[in-house]
């Protein structure tokens, strides 16, 4: 069975400062894993995705993740935040069950001025 | 312009009475699901759609049904809808199920 696990349910930072937001996955096999953003009263949007290519993979906005086969893990981070980053963002693991995405609890950023 | 479109945005309606969401896309992606949103909980799938006409449940399917009769269109349906259907719920699409999804921009259904 696969599972997603964010480790934190809500991360303050201040602006201009390094953004991490953690994730933690259970896969049987390699999984394609993905970061989503959702801004109030929006649609999810993708970040990035990792399909077993390079395992540092970059995405929009200057957000990257580093996937970690040893330690299970896919952490998103930003070197510098800004005010447009709060927002609430979603780890996702897609399952080999008719590729179904299974969503982890999110992590709702807020950044300080 | 690339996009899932939902209908309606927000509805309020009351226990029993059936009520259909919308969902359409113009992407020609073979992939289709629902989803809800509760706190604490992220999105957890309601129904998918490999195909037209292939449906199958995903985590959360009572009380809910959906058809896929063309391509574009996935509707979910609320027969006899109760107090706790209340939640947002998103549809989306993709080209394949492992790769990027969108996503329509939500439908925040209220049941009294």
């Known amino acids: 069975a696969q599972s997603v696990t964010q480790l934190d349910s809500h991360v303050s930072v201040s602006e201009g400062t390094p953004v991490l937001l953690r994730c933690n996955y259970s896969?049987?096999?390699?999984?394609?894993l993905f970061w989503y953003v959702q801004h109030p009263n929006k649609g999810l949007q993708l970040l990035l995705k990792?399909?077993?290519?390079?395992?540092l993979v970059k995405g929009i906005n200057g957000f990257e993740a580093e996937f970690k086969k040893s330690e299970t893990s896919f952490h998103l981070t930003k070197p510098s935040a800004h005010m447009s980053d709060a927002a609430e963002y979603f780890c996702?693991?897609?399952?080999?069950?008719?590729?179904?995405?299974?969503f982890g609890q999110g992590t709702e950023l807020s950044v300080k001025p | 312009e690339a996009q899932v479109t939902q209908n309606p945005r927000y509805l309020i309606t009351v226990t029993g009475k059936k009520l259909t969401v919308t969902c359409s896309q113009n992407?020609?992606?073979?992939?289709m699901s629902w989803y809800r949103q509760d706190p604490g909980l992220g999105l957890r799938q309601i129904y998918y759609?490999?195909?037209?006409?292939?449906?199958d449940k995903g985590d959360v399917p009572e009380g809910y049904k959906v058809s896929r009769k063309e391509k574009r269109n996935f509707p979910l349906i609320l027969e006899s809808p109760s107090p706790n259907q209340t939640s947002l719920y998103f549809c989306?699409?993709?080209?394949?199920?492992?790769?990027?999804?969108?996503f329509g921009q939500g439908t925040r259904l209220t049941v009294v």
């Open positions: 989306a699409s993709s080209l394949e199920p492992w790769t990027e999804a969108f």
């Open positions: 896969s049987s096999y390699s999984p394609s």
């Open positions: 990792y399909t077993s290519a390079a395992t």
């Open positions: 996702v693991v897609s399952g080999n069950q008719g590729g179904k995405l299974i």
């Open positions: 992407m020609n992606h073979e992939y």
């Open positions: 759609s490999m195909n037209v006409e292939v449906t």
